[in-house]
């Protein structure tokens, strides 16, 4: 049986749940509606990825007809032993504190059970744009092994690699070391933003992490060590939500189109600060060079899930294409527009020491909130696992939103 037709078997195998009547304990107003307690575990996505059951299968059009994107066929994270919460419809699953990442990492790397946690752990990301986990007991040491163990389990390419970011200190041997997210600078002032180059419009600070990269991240993730007594919460942004706004005809005339991003504020840093850039590689052969240019589709398709994104952020993007100007200028306000005021396809996480957050770049765009007292210091491990060449997959590519609506 492939792997498709296990992904559909799952829809149509399980046991529908019957509507509570009302007056019930714990029943909602309406029948056909869940109650809130099956909302904290979600009923939008597939069955062994959240409960309860899905209510109806999917429209046969929407099953993937490759097995690309398809989901794991094997779970081993069940919500029953690994209970977790969807934070919003758009984005966003929290675990539990008893879900220790550091257990799964310890297990064999010629383990079998492993390999495949790894693999529906990538898939729940990517499913949801950002996971959060907890209380981690992790050494930064221990978020480079498990960048590169999601990442590989994820199907990126084989030449991906950890990416090194331009401004980064290097080990002795010029190995990558983790990157410090902290508004307190390195030696020789190393530090990724400023707080005087940033605007005053806080949503302008949204973005995709090295999008300027010819291979730009897949999945990133921060475990905050240093917090200030309140505040600096990171904002997450949903691309697939953005997309799904779009109308038909936008949609159409955005995916003949792709944008520039320059990350070429690091050279104006470097010659500021007097410290030399890494050139490259950057955890993928095209990686290198100090132009931080890239182009990309203005729509992009994410590779794990299939469904399609905005691609396209504030902080990077200077102008879309093959188009005039002016006509560009256009476009990009609006896109920038619906993704900052779309509190709809946002969620906000605020953290507690030892947080860590995972995320995929090709669905999201996140942004820090500067909010707190800058004499406290905010600090945090981040590493980040570089992906595939954006692409546009006409042939399979859909909408979430239109997808999810043949599963609930």
């Known amino acids: 049986m492939s792997a498709t037709q296990t992904f559909a078997n799952r829809f149509t195998s399980v046991k529908l749940a019957t509507p509570p009547n009302k007056g019930e304990e714990g029943a909602c107003a309406d029948a056909g509606r869940p109650s809130p307690n099956t909302r904290a575990e979600g009923r939008f996505l597939p069955h062994h990825l959240l409960t309860p059951p ?5 429209s046969p059009s929407l099953v993937e007809a490759s097995d690309r ?15 977790r919460q969807q934070i919003t419809p758009a984005i966003g699953l929290r675990f539990q504190p008893q879900f220790q990442i550091r257990d799964i990492l310890s297990l064999p790397e010629g383990d079998g059970k492993r390999a495949a946690i790894f693999k529906e752990l990538a898939y729940l990301i990517s499913l949801h744009g950002v996971c959060a986990f907890p209380a981690q007991d992790l050494s930064a040491a221990d978020l480079l092994v498990l960048a590169t163990a999601l990442g590989r389990a994820s199907g990126a390419p084989a030449d991906s690699d950890l990416h090194i970011h331009p401004t980064a200190e290097l080990g002795e041997n ?4 983790i990157a410090s997210i902290s508004n307190v600078a390195g030696s020789m002032g190393r530090q990724i933003n400023f707080r005087d180059e940033r605007s005053e419009f806080a949503s302008a600070g949204a973005h995709s992490d090295i999008s300027w990269e010819g291979r730009p991240a897949r999945y990133s993730m921060l475990r905050m060590h240093t917090l200030p007594p309140t505040g600096g919460d990171t904002m997450f942004y949903s691309s697939y939500a953005h997309y799904d706004k779009l109308s038909e005809p936008m949609r159409q005339m955005l995916s003949g189109l792709t944008a520039r991003h320059s990350g070429s504020m690091f050279r104006e840093q470097s010659r500021r600060f007097g410290y030399k850039l890494h050139l490259g590689p950057r955890g993928a052969p095209e990686n290198v060079g100090d132009d931080f240019v890239a182009s990309h589709p203005v729509i992009r398709t994410n590779a794990v899930t299939g469904f399609n994104t905005l691609h396209v952020n504030q902080t990077f993007t200077e102008r879309i294409e093959g188009v005039t100007i002016d006509e560009s200028r256009m476009l990009l306000d609006y896109l920038f ?3 900052a005021q779309s509190h709809d396809a946002q969620v906000r996480h605020s953290w507690q020491k030892g947080d860590l957050c995972i995320w995929d770049n090709s669905c999201v765009l996140h942004s820090a909130t ?6 406290c210091e905010r600090s945090g491990d981040r590493a980040v696992f570089v992906g ?3 692409y546009l997959d006409r042939e399979h590519g859909k909408s979430r939103k239109d997808f999810l609506k043949t599963v609930v």
């Open 54 to 58: 899905l209510t109806r299968p999917p």
């Open 337 to 339: 527009r619906l993704q």
């Open 370 to 375: 500067f909010d707190y007292d800058p004499t």
């Open 69 to 83: 994107y398809a989901p794991p066929a094997t779970s081993y994270l069940n919500p029953r032993d690994y209970p």
């Open 388 to 390: 595939e060449k954006p």
């Open 174 to 177: 010029g190995e990558p070391t």
